[in-house]
């Protein structure tokens, strides 16, 4: 009997020696403790043998199976962690591999320009409202005293849906639809900004591009307010060195009409290429409302009065970060839009 154990427990150490696999020490572990193991047989005979021998034998084959078990576990856990890390040193991450890069957003330069006209209004106390882009013609025409076949109509280049609809060619359209939404007749402050549509398109036109609307009606509206307004309107957007100067023009919806200017921010109004040598930029229609415009929209003239102007928001995008062509502004071209990225909007013209 013993010198059956010590061949079991030196053939399990050469065993033990040559096993590299979980699974090779799986085959051991039956070869030595399975229903016909090594260790098992051992005791195959033990119902031949007196209880004196049974007991010797039993002692003997125990203490043999614990070994053997506390072998093959100790082994388990060295090829379990020899596994462990033969895998990790497989997978190591190499840190000096450079990262991907995470694209970052960053607003559009159009959408920067809305934000700080709406600061500004906003701070005024005024309402930023909302229309629709497809308009009827009453609302973009005839509500601002554009009747059928009137002459100024030809100047929109409309797009039109139908006989009535038509996509909007000024925010002004807008004016109408405020005047008829106030049932009250109250006061109106409002802004709106948003997408206009003419049949236009070259390096400064586009067939779609952006305005804003301003329009305040009360009582005892003059010229002084539309000017101080606008004064401050133009430092804000363009500079606090910025000066205004009004024009005489004409549009169909105000009367006197003005087209306003403002001192070159380029040249600081000495003459440059920008201003065309002149000193001056126009950027913007105004004048104020006719009483035609307030009489359609439910005002009596001889009580209410007010101003309203409207000027182009891609013009502002292009003066202040120098875009050469308003179309970049429209075609998402991402090599474009990753040129604003947050390092920019600390660096823009206030
Ligand atoms: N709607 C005019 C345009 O598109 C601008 C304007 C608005 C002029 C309001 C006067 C008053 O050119």
Avoid at 122 to 148: A, K, Q
Avoid at 158 to 177: M, N
Avoid at 341 to 348: H, L, Q, S, V
Wanted: charge should be negative; aromatic fraction near 8%.
């Amino acid at each position: 009997m013993k010198e059956k154990v010590e061949v079991i427990k030196t053939s399990l150490d050469s065993d033990l020696n040559s096993v590299t696999s979980l699974n090779d020490l799986g085959q051991l572990k039956a070869k030595y403790l399975g229903k016909k193991g090594l260790v098992t047989l051992l005791t195959s005979n033990m119902k031949d043998l007196s209880i004196e021998e049974r007991k010797e034998v039993g002692k003997i084959a125990n203490e043999i199976r614990e070994e053997v078990n506390s072998k093959l576990t100790n082994k388990e856990e060295e090829l379990k962690n020899k596994e462990l890390n033969d895998k990790l040193e497989k997978e190591s991450i190499d840190i000096s591999l450079p990262s991907k890069k995470i694209k970052r957003g960053s607003r559009h330069p159009f959408n920067r320009i809305v934000e700080d006209v709406e600061d500004f209004f906003v701070s005024m106390g005024y309402d930023v409202v909302d229309g629709p882009e497809l308009e009827t013609d009453e609302n973009c025409f005839r509500l601002l005293n554009l009747p059928d076949g009137h002459p100024a109509r030809d100047t929109q280049d409309t797009f039109y849906i139908d006989e009535e609809y038509l996509l909007r060619t000024q925010t002004s359209s807008v004016q109408a639809r405020e005047m008829q939404a106030n049932k009250e007749k109250t006061p109106i402050r409002m802004i709106c900004p948003g997408k206009v549509y003419r049949r236009d398109e070259d390096a400064t036109h586009s067939h779609q591009f952006g305005q804003v609307e301003g329009l305040v009606i009360d009582k005892n509206i003059s010229l002084a307010d539309l000017k101080g307004t606008l004064e401050l309107f133009a430092k804000k957007m363009l500079g606090e060195n910025t000066k205004v100067r009004f024009r005489p023009s004409y549009f169909p919806f105000t009367e006197p009409s003005v087209e306003v200017d403002v001192s070159c921010f380029k040249c600081g109004g000495k003459g440059c290429s920008l201003c065309k040598q002149t000193g001056w930029i126009e950027v913007l229609g105004a004048g104020m409302v006719h009483p035609n415009v307030l009489r359609m929209g439910g005002y009596d003239p001889e009580v209410w009065t007010g101003f309203a102007f409207g000027t182009g928001l891609d013009r502002f995008a292009m003066f202040r970060y120098a875009i050469p062509d308003i179309r970049y502004l429209y075609t998402n071209d991402i090599r474009f839009l990753e040129q604003f990225d947050r390092k920019d909007e600390e660096n823009e013209i206030k």
